[in-house]
């Protein structure tokens, strides 16, 4: 009698113990431990979502420099000048030499825009100071003919100026205002190069008269 007693009296503690806990978790303290891990479970939601946001921005601004270095690696002569067009020249000077290298010069046709003024640049590396002149010997096209070509021209066809061995910056040699309207074309100008009078190379240079597109032009 005296040990069932004694495992009733167990009993009956456990079972209050346990009924206080329950009462304790039941009321204000369950709204606040509930309160608790809602706002938790929101915090680790919203830095998650902020975690996602910024990868998913950084992708985006990795594919928007991405697809403009692949649409505007083309060499730009429609503006003033810049990296592309003086690493084309650079590249020509290292595969070709000599003295004067001008942009069309190269294997691949230059492209050319039309609705806006296309500028040719060429660069001197002198090894003395002399007068270099450059010349148009002619402009001819598969479409387009020589005198539609030469209306294009803004200003003189020919470059004059005494260069320095130490000025080695692109020089702007000729101008060509291409209208909206133009056909789609391959142009090759030929060109004569003096210095000091005297003929030193006559190269040709080849460009594509092609539109750059409206996506291609809002990029770029």
Request: contains cysteine; hydrophobic residues 40%; proline residues 2%.
């Amino acid at each position: 009698m005296k040990k069932r007693g004694t495992r009733a009296l167990i009993s009956n503690s456990y079972e209050k113990i346990a009924t206080k806990k329950t009462s304790w978790f039941s009321g204000p303290q369950k709204s606040k431990w509930i309160f608790a891990e809602s706002k938790r479970s929101a915090l680790e939601l919203s830095i998650g979502t902020i975690v996602i946001i910024v990868l998913a921005m950084t992708m985006l601004i990795l594919g928007i420099v991405l697809v403009r270095s692949i649409m505007c690696g083309a060499v730009g002569l429609t503006g003033e000048i810049n990296k592309r067009v003086t690493g084309e020249i650079n590249k020509l000077f290292e595969a070709r030499g000599g003295e004067v290298q001008c942009v069309g010069a190269g294997e691949e046709a230059v492209i050319m825009v039309p609705g806006k003024t296309n500028i040719v640049y060429c660069s001197v590396k002198a090894d003395k100071e002399a007068e270099y002149e450059i010349k148009v010997k002619s402009m001819t096209g598969n479409i387009l003919k020589e005198k539609d070509l030469e209306k294009w021209v803004v200003g003189d066809n020919t470059f004059k100026k005494r260069i320095a061995p130490s000025d080695e910056s692109a020089q702007k040699f000729l101008r060509l205002q291409i209208p909206d309207n133009a056909a789609r074309d391959i142009v090759t100008i030929e060109i004569e190069i003096y210095k000091d009078g005297t003929l030193i190379a006559s190269p040709t240079l080849d460009f594509e008269i092609k539109s750059a597109g409206v996506i291609r032009a809002a990029v770029c």
